[in-house]
């Protein structure tokens, strides 16, 4: 009897230990399968309380942004300027707020014509450091040492891949004082993808566009592999569940290099 009971106990020891490795045995996801994963996240959802309009250049450099949704956004921050920062002029103008332009490797050419702009020749980044002589520094402490520590934001993010590690190292209590984020992605991979699903845990993602400067039948599904996405905070989108999702391209959008060929709409 007792050796029965001990035969029994061995067996199910190996049990266990055998479910438990299960996981480990799974094949991690091919970068198809991430970005077919990726794909399925950004799908835009409508909003029954958002009136979208362009905001910035007629190409590269503009926005589409829930234009009645900006009202309660006291100061603006603009990163990745040079040579002009449309979008954060005229988020200046209709405002009437400062808007702060974050670029330690383009200047503007000028500063916004309402006198409102505040360029900060320093970059973004996850800590406090100095990069090949070039000032890095968190969105936390930026926003504080400007004095806009518990006001309500508006941001626009373009930084050629930097968006990464600065959002990730973003506290949640200054993801949920910006009422909209404007920004453009620069990959693919499973970083991007983690990236995507936590914004998305704060944010409804409300319009996708991807830059024809990075078409590539390489990245399939996907058409591209750099995209333009806006993120308008859950506190103030209000999800339409009874209506489809958005039909891609917007009426509103326009190509960011003008005279290259565009990828809009391709797996959505």
Partial sequence: MRAGFNV????????????????????????????????????????????????GSANDGGYLMCANLLGDARSAYSYGIGPTDDWGCEISGRL???????????????????????????????????????????????????????????VKIDIEGAELASLNAAPTSVLNRIDQLAMEIHGTDQR???????????????????????????????????????????RIGVLDSSSPAPTLPHPLDAPDYALGRDCQGAGH
């Fill in 8 to 55: 029994a106990v061995v067996f199910f020891s190996v049990l266990v230990v055998g479910l438990a490795a299960v996981p480990l045995l799974r094949a991690k996801p091919t970068a198809r399968q991430i970005r077919e994963q990726l794909l399925h996240e950004l799908r835009p959802v409508t909003l029954s309380n958002c009136t979208l309009q362009r905001v």
């Fill in 192 to 234: 991007y993808l983690q990236l995507v699903r936590r914004l998305k845990r704060y944010f409804h993602l409300v319009h996708l566009h991807y830059n024809n400067q990075a078409c590539s039948t390489r990245y399939r599904p996907l058409p591209a592999w750099a995209y333009q996405v806006l993120f308008v905070h859950k």
């Fill in 96 to 154: 009437g707020v400062t808007v702060h332009q974050y670029d330690c490797f383009s200047p503007p050419v000028s500063g916004c014509a309402n006198g409102l702009s505040v360029f900060h020749d320093e970059c973004i980044g996850p800590r406090t450091e100095t990069i090949d002589g070039k000032p890095f520094d968190t969105l936390v402490r930026q926003i504080a040492r400007n004095g806009d520590a518990g006001k309500m934001l508006v």
